[in-house]
């Protein structure tokens, strides 16, 4: 009920190439979807969030596609670039008080994105 | 960089012994979420405290334990260490009740139990 599967475990792509990666929820509770990025030694760090009001989001190069009937919902990452190598986590949550800090993440994908 | 501190940031203790994790929260924040994650795995939440109680935990045994101080930074404690409890420990802050929603990880700490 509480888990976040998440896919491709790993990813490469060609530089100006779109990365695409998917997470699927169980919890029809859930309302609040992050998605982080995490460098080798470093903690997540937030990237982009949506909340399932919307279908999508876009921040610069990177989008989120929301499905609230599949309960599916993907980042997007335009013209990848080699500083984008990294792993990425998706996670969900109920939103509001202190719940933000009560995530379900997704088991996490390495992207490589070769120069 | 967040404001989010954790130490040590590398630490090797035996099997059986116990261990305490120290996170200092973003300025500001009220609440610290402790999480697990295992090499190759995502973070798993442990527990929170929101105001210096225990708010939420998720599944792990007694042996984990915390305590929130009135500054609001945190520790972590595991009694009786187990192999499986090596990992990349995380805190992390957020402001609960505020409008802004980012919970921010800090570095984390890496365990080896050998």
């Known amino acids: 009920q509480q888990q976040v599967k998440q896919s491709p475990q790993s990813l490469i792509v060609q530089k100006g190439g779109i990365s695409i990666i998917n997470c699927a929820y169980e919890n029809t509770a859930f309302d609040y979807f992050p998605w982080y990025q995490q460098f080798p030694g470093k903690g997540p760090a937030l990237l982009i969030a949506i909340r399932p009001d919307v279908s999508e989001k876009k921040e610069g190069r990177f989008t989120i596609s929301f499905n609230k009937s599949a309960k599916q919902f993907s980042l997007h990452i335009m013209d990848s670039q080699p500083g984008d190598s990294a792993t990425y986590f998706c996670?969900?949550?109920?939103?509001?008080?202190?719940?933000?800090?009560?995530?379900?993440f997704g088991q996490g994908t390495i992207l490589t994105v070769h120069p | 960089e967040t404001g989010v501190t954790q130490s040590p940031t590398h630490l090797i203790k035996t099997r059986g012994q116990q261990v305490t994790l120290r996170c200092s929260s973003q300025?500001?924040?009220?609440?610290v979420s402790w999480y697990q994650q295992a090499l190759g795995q995502g973070p798993q939440f442990i527990f929170q405290y929101y105001r210096e109680e225990e708010n939420g935990r998720g599944n792990f045994p007694p042996r984990f334990s915390g305590l929130q101080f009135p500054n609001y930074s945190s520790e972590l404690n595991v009694n009786a260490l187990e192999l499986d409890d090596s990992a990349l420990y995380l805190c992390a802050s957020s402001l609960g009740g505020g409008v802004v929603a980012e919970a921010f990880f800090g570095q984390g700490t890496r365990l080896t139990v050998v």
């Open positions: 996670a969900a949550t109920v939103a509001g008080g202190t719940s933000y800090g009560k995530l379900t």
């Open positions: 300025s500001g924040h009220n609440t």
